[in-house]
């Protein structure tokens, strides 16, 4: 098949093109680079089967190589620090963005699938979430430019559904960790590794009382090509992520035992709306895709842990290598 990857530099992006080109696809993968990262790519770039075009999405998109057959939209920025630099192009992407993706797709009769996230649920009230569940979100807070442009994005997807019967599915991701994450993108499993490493205090912010679920990016990566290719998941929803629920504390103490048991923990101002509890109903990835993550917390630490290590030790030229 060929496969074009919108986002294909990015952190999971870069993950998905490794594993379609293990499976034998022609990935054409495609970046601008405003959180992405040439080097996440850069062991990819003269595989035969690999094609890479820097190209912003908002812009209408040709592939000059012909057609396509299936398209994962991962294009957008995802941290909070990120889409808070880019708070108009993370709507664009997400709106102007999508549809050139929707229409591509229409066009070369591709399968689709675009990466949404737990923040369409916002700061939900019903936990564990499930895909039936319409989300708490404030359309007006310094969230909102990814909230409600991903919201946005899902309900002009499910128009080309309705309308055009496209092939596509919606996968809301939970938090996803691993290897090749931005290490000042500002997440909170980036942010605790590099400080462990470093030596610095861990820094929680607010009570440390609120839950995230963190998903291993191969675990991730498996459950997003289930979701493209399995039978009846066209017009559906899917919630990806790990359901193993912790509190943000208790998280930071998994991190300093394995990285680094000698660093303190410090508490510092809450941010504005952040979600208070999230956490994945897998029930639908189960049944309908016969998958759940296989990769434990404190393994996937470990393995994250290495690469931020050999980060250090060999920093690659663009990445600055001091935590906050
Ligand atoms: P990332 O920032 O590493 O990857 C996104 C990629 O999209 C980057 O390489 C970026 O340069 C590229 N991009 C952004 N705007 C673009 C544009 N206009 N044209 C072309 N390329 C553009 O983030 P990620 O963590 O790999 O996330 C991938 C997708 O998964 C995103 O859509 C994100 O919203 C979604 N998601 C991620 C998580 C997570 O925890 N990582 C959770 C929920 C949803
Ligand atoms: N967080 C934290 N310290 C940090 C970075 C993040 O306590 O150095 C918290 C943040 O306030 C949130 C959680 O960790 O409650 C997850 O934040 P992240 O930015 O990784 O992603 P989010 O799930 O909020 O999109």
Not at 124 to 148: A, F, I, K, T
Not at 152 to 157: A, D, G, R, W
Not at 280 to 291: C, E, G, S
Not at 300 to 309: D, H, K, P, Q, S
Request: charged content about 20%.
């Amino acid at each position: 098949m060929r496969v074009l990857v919108a986002g294909g530099a990015g952190f999971i992006g870069s993950h998905l093109c490794e594993a379609l080109l293990a499976q034998g696809h022609q990935v054409i993968a495609i970046d601008n680079f405003i959180t992405g990262n040439i080097h996440n790519i850069a062991h990819l770039i003269g595989h035969s089967y690999f094609e890479f075009h820097e190209h912003d999405i908002i812009e209408p998109l040709k592939i000059e190589s012909g057609p396509v057959d299936a398209i994962f939209h991962l294009a957008s920025p995802a941290s909070p620090v990120g889409y808070s630099r880019h708070p108009i192009e993370t709507h664009l992407v997400n709106s102007v963005g999508t549809h050139n993706l929707l229409k591509m797709a229409l066009l070369d009769k591709a399968k689709f699938l675009i990466t949404s996230t737990s923040e369409a649920y916002g700061d939900p009230l019903v936990h564990p979430q499930r895909e039936d569940y319409w989300g708490n979100v404030n359309p007006v807070g310094p969230r909102s430019c990814y909230d409600e442009s991903k919201r946005f994005s899902e309900s002009l997807t499910m128009e080309y559904v309705r309308q055009f019967g496209l092939n596509a599915r919606i996968v809301r991701l939970f938090n996803t960790y691993g290897p090749r994450n931005d290490p000042q993108d500002g997440r909170v499993v980036p942010n605790f590794i590099m400080q462990a490493l470093n030596g610095h205090d861990l820094t929680i912010y607010g009570t440390g009382m609120q839950t995230r679920s963190f998903c291993y990016v191969s675990d991730l990566v498996a459950g997003l090509l289930k979701a493209m290719h399995t039978e009846g998941t066209a017009g559906e929803v899917i919630n990806l992520g790990n359901p193993d629920e912790r509190t943000i504390t208790n998280f930071a103490q998994v991190v300093a035992n394995i990285v680094n048991p000698d660093v303190e923990i410090v508490y510092l101002p809450g941010r504005v709306d952040d979600p208070n509890r999230r956490c994945p109903d897998i029930t639908k990835a189960r049944t309908l895709l016969n998958w759940e993550p296989k990769v434990s917390l404190e393994e996937g630490i470990r393995l994250t842990a290495e690469y931020f290590r050999e980060l250090i030790n060999k920093p690659l030229d663009n990445i600055e290598l001091l935590a906050s």
